[in-house]
């Protein structure tokens, strides 16, 4: 009994683009253009075969004249991105008007983790950007590498808390360690790496992950 399945064309036939043997022609090619008014009259003539060159260069060949739709704004802003955004990291907000990252004072470490000088390596939970909110830090001093940690409801005004207060008198009571350390070492400059945004949006959760890192990573300014 025979197959009911479709019997695949020869390699050789596939590969040469001859068709069967109840085709009109021998060998089928296709032209394709953009779609523009010039283009298609010459992509018409030349599947008409209307001039004396065009027959004898494509005789016995069938023409498939195909269209492609031109570049236009939608296309452009609508193309479609290989780059997919990393699930988890550290990076830049891209802002200009940003004052904590490239654009700004550049104190923000980017990357899925960082190296401490202790050995500890602290990864970031989630993808974390200088706009993110209700999470844990770490700041780490330039020059000698020592590290604080501490939280935030929000980033980028707390980092204008700690610049302030490392290149002027600080009017904290009692002053922050971490502060009077980069005043006197870095010159009141820092480098920080946000790594975990808690989920409860409240100052006790925060100040208890605050606490667990203290405890685990050990840093010298506090």
Known sequence: MRSSRQRTPPEQTIMSGTTTKNSPANYITTLVTTHHSILDEIGAAIVKQTSKASIDCLKDTTVVHSKRQPANLKLILTRTNS???????????????????????????????????????????????????????????????????????????????????SNTNNIMDPPLKVNQHLKRCANGYFLVYPFYIVNKRHQIARESFEKYFQNKLKPTLH
Do not use: D
């Open 83 to 165: 780059f997919s955004p990393p699930k988890r990291g550290v990076q830049s907000c891209g802002k200009r008007q940003c004052g904590l990252c490239i654009f700004g004072h550049n104190n923000l470490l980017e990357g899925e983790s960082i190296r401490l000088k202790n050995g500890h390596t602290i990864k970031a939970n989630k993808l974390i950007t200088c706009e993110s909110t209700n999470l844990v830090y770490c700041i780490i001093c330039p020059t000698c590498s020592e590290f604080y940690i501490g939280e935030c409801k929000s980033l980028r005004p707390r980092m204008n808390l700690h610049r302030n207060h």
